[in-house]
Structures are given as structure tokens and as C-alpha cells.
């Protein structure tokens, strides 16, 4: 069942997001050639409990880290490791927070100093995705619509849209109902209702798109090691229009 949230929780999301959406520029700020990935979760940590907040990712099925960061080939729920950041990577940085409750999600991929235009391109074609998935969003619409957009706009682009993961309903849980593909057909799923909030996350490769675990059990990367992305925005549908609330612009 998709959750609706009143005027009151979505306000408390808000301010939950925008502290998520800050820490998260700080550490795009802090990633650095020669640290490793272990040492950034460190720093996200600190900053989550600068703020009041909590790791919504921290224990979650076991999972060891604050923040999920994931090099090149490496997709999503990778742990920080020991493994070091290298001049040329493109990063993804992946975390949640609760607040008050209500917990906020959110992704970003980087580039690491001067790196390809490959690596640059993808990182682009990514972050457009989920703007255009983000614009088609408005009461009335479906699910179906949004990840259809993404999907067309993906593949003319030449890239692959994973299918085997996707977005995801949230608030005093960090996954609810619905399921958001980033594929599909138009006019299908459930249509978006006001008091809605959710998470829209493109996740799109170079190569083909079928997925692996990584060694540890809980890291998922391109199955044909190809360069991947990732971006992801919490986003709420109100009376006054569609919020993007993990707008780290705003």
C-alpha cells in the first residue's frame, strides 16, 4: 500500500532531506585522489551525527557503512573499504538518513579530479535522466510514465537502464510501496497521487545491464564490468506542486 503523508510529515521530510542533501555536498567536497573509501564513510558518519541524525543504511540487512560508494564498475551498496580513490574514478555516493522519524535518500556520481570523457559523458546522461523522470512528475500521471521517460531518453543516449533495481516509496521507512522502475510502459503502475513521497533513482551503463554481487555479499556491480551511474532525489508531490526535497541547490 502507497503511503500518504500529511502536510505536517512531508515538512518534517523536508528538513531531514535538505540536512541529507548537505552532508552529501560536503563529502563530494572532501572526496579526494589517494583516500579510501572507508575514510570518506568516516566523514559521513561524523556529519550525520553532527546533525542529530542517524544512518538509515547503517545496519540495515547487515549492511556495515553510513554511506554506500561505489567505483567505476561498482553500481550500488558497495561498503567502504580500504580501497583507495584514484585520480580519473568516477564515484558514486549513495546514503539515507532518519530524522525525526522520517528518513531521506539521495545519490550523486562524481568525477575525481581531470577523468574521461567517456567517464564525464555518462555522468551527464545520468543526472539528465533524472531531471526529465523528475519533470514528467505530477498528480494523475503513473509510475509508468516517469520510468518510461527515463528509459527512452536513456537508451537514445546509447547506455543500458538497470532493471533488475529501482526507486522506491519512503518516509518512516526507507523502502515503501510503490516499486519505481526506470523502464516500462506509458499509462501503467499506479498514478501519483498528492501527499506522495518517493525516491526516483536512475541507474543507468556503458555496457549491457544485467548486474553481480560484489565479493563481500552486498556491493552490486556491471556484470560485464562496465562503467555505470547513479543519481537519486527523495522528491514530494504537495498541494503547491511537485518538491524535490534532496535539492542540494536549493
Known amino acids: ?49 553532527k546533525f542529530k541524525a542517524s544512518p538509515s543504511f547503517k545496519g540495515y540487512n547487515g549492511f556495515p557503512g553510513t554511506a554506500c560508494l561505489c567505483l567505476n564498475e561498482e553500481l550500488v551498496h558497495c561498503v567502504p ?80 537502464v538497470i532493471r533488475d ?6 518516509g518512516r521507512e526507507l523502502h515503501e510501496d510503490p516499486q519505481i522502475s526506470n523502464y516500462g510502459k506509458r499509462k501503467t503502475g499506479p498514478k501519483i497521487k498528492t501527499g506522495m513521497v518517493f525516491c526516483i533513482e ?9 548486474i553481480k554481487k560484489t565479493k563481500d555479499g552486498y556491493g552490486i556491480q556491471m556484470d560485464d564490468n562496465s562503467l555505470c551511474a547513479h543519481f537519486e532525489h527523495t522528491i514530494a508531490v504537495t498541494e503547491k506542486g511537485v518538491k524535490v526535497l534532496t535539492d542540494r541547490q536549493s
Not at 93 to 103: A, E, S, V
Not at 136 to 145: L, M, N, Q, S
Not at 165 to 170: A, D, F, T
Open 202 to 210: 536512475p541507474m543507468i551503463a556503458v555496457g549491457k545491464w544485467p
Open 81 to 160: 573499504s580500504d580501497r583507495k580513490i584514484q585520480e580519473g574514478d568516477i564515484l558514486s555516493i549513495d546514503m539515507g538518513i532518519l530524522y525525526k522519524g522520517f528518513h531521506s535518500d539521495m545519490a550523486v556520481t562524481i568525477p575525481i579530479g581531470e577523468v574521461s570523457a567517456e567517464k564525464m559523458r555518462i555522468i551527464r546522461v545520468c543526472k539528465k535522466a533524472l531531471k526529465r523522470g523528475i519533470k514528467k512528475i505530477r498528480a494523475g500521471v503513473t509510475f509508468g510514465d516517469v520510468g518510461n521517460t527515463i528509459q527512452r531518453y536513456v537508451e537514445d543516449q546509447g547506455y543500458s
Open 1 to 49: 500500500m502507497i503511503k500518504i503523508k500529511t502536510e505536517k510529515e512531508i515538512k518534517i521530510m523536508n528538513e531531514g532531506a535538505r540536512i541529507l542533501a548537505q552532508i552529501v555536498k560536503e563529502l563530494v567536497n572532501k572526496a579526494k585522489p589517494s583516500m579510501t573509501t572507508k575514510q570518506l564513510d568516516k566523514v559521513a558518519q561524523d556529519l550525520v551525527f
Open 165 to 170: 533495481l529501482c526507486g522506491h516509496g519512503i
